[in-house]
């Protein structure tokens, strides 16, 4: 029999034996969403306070175990789930979940790192007030976890990502010492912006344990249509048109490419896609929010359709007549990433590439992946609104996708990667980095930058505790 880790009775101590798993199916926090690493943790620790997260981190920094901060485990790129060696603690914010103050003349939210992102929506909305980000993982993802991959989703057009729509942090070091910055200032500029430098860093250089988050007033009315385009110049075409008819009114802008539509009614044939009789190589499903009223919101929309149809970069169009037809057609949207697991593993691409450029990329990049992967599959949709393409790439069909990804992922990845760098893009627009793809961040970030990166984990986490081997490697 072997001796457990002393660390494990002072995290029981801590949080409770109750909220120290080891034993028994861990599944659920050992293993990614996208199912491409199981690891092994030496404990499952779920403390319920900022307190008690300080308590866990300093015990595990003083008995040498590092720790792999965790919310909702949705990330894409194996980040917040253990490595295989067994000796890392994972640490899941998921018990710390309230909302603890609105403010509604401030127009902020302040909350727990680990409330779900649908709950922060649902209470805020129920408070008359809308938090705008939106992600098809809501139901699951938690806000920490938003604010560690600065996440994007479908409204950053109008909004941004998660970065512009934090004002304040409170966070555990990787000592164990608790910063306060929840002021909720929109103005402070006293030296450094550690807030900025806690967002997006993956869990690497400490735990939020909470946030106040901007919120915007409920719009009056909310529009969406589907579109129909003849090419993905027309929908950018589309895009200019629409940021001219609808100004701040245009709140979702999302590409979808007909193969990427054709696997959700081949996986969900209840979901009802409208054009796929049409010969249209893509669709756009787009959002016009008002502050005015339906009538306003209805015949701006129809003007920017009618000039859209007139300039013929819109083929056919639907405006959903109500709430619930608009949620068919986003859902439509948001099927996609699971349909893509439906299908089988894919090799997936976050970039982002000037808004003007992508039709050049893609229609490039497109064939030389045609050229060098005969009968590889391309699931291009995304955020085109804010130039973020899931430009993923699917085993030939009937293949067997394990076997695709194991001999050609590096060559696909090699091929896209330098193509986005030479259209001056970034490989990860919106998931991270985590561990999957920092080896390509080596290749693909500047020497400068790295070495400004390795110098702040370094002076923050000199013991290289929190989520070691996530974005950066440090000998
Ligand atoms: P986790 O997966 O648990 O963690 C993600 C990273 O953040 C890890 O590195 C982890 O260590 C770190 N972390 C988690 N909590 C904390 C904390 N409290 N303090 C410090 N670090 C922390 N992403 C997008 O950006 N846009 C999308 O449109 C989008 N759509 C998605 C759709 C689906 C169906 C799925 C499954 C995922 C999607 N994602 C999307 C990816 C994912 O949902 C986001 O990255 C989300 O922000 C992760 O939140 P989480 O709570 O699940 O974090
Ligand atoms: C989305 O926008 C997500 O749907 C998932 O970011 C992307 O599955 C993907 O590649
Ligand atoms: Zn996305």
Avoid at 95 to 115: F, I, K, P, S, Y
Avoid at 268 to 290: A, G, M, W
Avoid at 346 to 360: C, F, G, L, Q, T
Avoid at 449 to 470: E, S, V, W
């Amino acid at each position: 029999m072997t001796t457990p880790h002393p660390v494990l009775e002072a995290l029981r101590q801590i949080v409770g034996a109750a909220n120290v798993l080891t034993e028994g199916d861990l599944s659920a926090w050992e293993l990614d969403w996208r199912k491409r690493v199981h690891g092994r943790a030496l404990a499952v620790v779920r403390p319920a306070s900022t307190a008690e997260v300080a308590a866990v981190v300093k015990a595990c920094a003083q008995a040498g175990v590092s720790m792999v901060p965790q919310g909702g485990n949705t990330g894409m790129v194996v980040g917040s789930t253990p490595d295989t060696s067994g000796t890392q603690v994972v640490l899941s914010l998921q018990r710390m979940n309230q909302v603890r103050v609105l403010d509604g003349a401030n127009l902020t939210v302040t909350v727990d790192a680990g409330c779900v992102l649908q709950s922060l929506q649902e209470a805020c909305e129920r408070a008359g007030f809308l938090f705008p980000l939106s992600l098809a993982s809501e139901g699951s993802c938690t806000i920490g976890g938003n604010l560690g991959t600065n996440a994007g989703g479908t409204q950053v057009v109008r909004y941004g990502n998660t970065r512009e729509l934090c004002l304040g942090l409170e966070v555990v070091t990787p000592q164990g010492d608790i910063w306060d910055g929840l002021t909720g200032l929109r103005k402070d500029n006293t030296g450094y912006d550690l807030r900025h430098l806690m967002i997006g860093s993956e869990g690497t250089l400490g735990v939020i344990t909470a946030a106040t988050m901007k919120l915007y007033p409920l719009p009056v009315s909310q529009l969406t249509a589907f579109a129909a385009v003849p090419s993905l110049e027309a929908a950018v075409e589309l895009l200019g048109l629409a940021h001219r008819h609808l100004s701040a009114g245009l709140t979702g802008f999302e590409v979808m490419g007909r193969f990427a539509l054709s696997l959700v009614t081949r996986h969900f044939p209840q979901i009802k896609v409208p054009f796929q009789d049409r010969d249209c190589p893509y669709c756009v499903v787009l959002e016009n929010s008002d502050q005015e009223s339906e009538t306003h919101a209805r015949e701006r929309f129809e003007r920017l359709l009618e000039a859209a149809l007139e300039q013929g970069c819109v083929l056919d169009a639907v405006v959903a007549e109500s709430i619930t037809q608009a949620r068919q057609l986003w859902h439509i949207r948001e099927s996609i990433p699971l349909a893509q697991a439906q299908e089988g593993l894919n090799i997936k691409h976050d970039i982002s590439i000037a808004v003007s450029r992508i039709p050049e990329f893609v229609r490039s990049t497109d064939a030389l992946l045609a050229q060098q992967f005969p009968g590889a599959r391309l699931v291009n949709y995304g955020h085109l609104g804010d130039g973020n393409l899931h430009y993923n790439v699917q085993a030939p069909e009937g293949s067997d996708a394990e076997a695709f990804l194991k001999n050609q992922e590096g060559a696909v990845n090699a091929l896209v990667y330098e193509r986005v760098d030479q259209f001056r893009g970034s490989i990860s627009a919106e998931h991270g980095i985590g561990s999957l793809k920092r080896g390509e961040l080596q290749h693909h970030k500047s020497p400068v930058a790295l070495c400004m990166m390795r110098a702040i984990k370094q002076a923050l986490d000199p013991h290289n505790r929190m989520n070691p081997n996530r974005v950066l490697s440090i000998e």
